[in-house]
């Protein structure tokens, strides 16, 4: 599976299997940012930046994990 980066545009790769049904953090590789990702049946439903306080691990919820 394929999305493009909220910040730079570039292609990120995800496992189609692993992100069939997820919902979390995403990181591009190209520019570092992070973005929050909703997946459902390998259809992307939502991808928002992250500010640098929700990525953050003291900060970070304890969310990411494939939808049931």
């Known amino acids: 599976m394929e999305i493009k980066c909220v910040s730079c545009g ?3 790769n995800l496992d189609h299997v692993v ?6 953090p995403v990181k ?3 520019c570092s940012s992070m973005m929050e990702v909703k997946i ?3 259809v992307l ?5 992250l ?3 929700e990525c953050s691990p003291g900060v970070r ?4 994990h494939p939808l049931l």
């Open 51 to 53: 500010t640098l306080k």
């Open 28 to 30: 591009c590789f190209s």
């Open 10 to 12: 570039r292609a990120i």
């Open 45 to 49: 439903h939502r991808a928002i930046p």
């Open 61 to 64: 919820k304890e969310y990411a």
């Open 40 to 42: 459902k049946e390998k």
């Open 19 to 24: 992100f069939e049904n997820y919902f979390g």
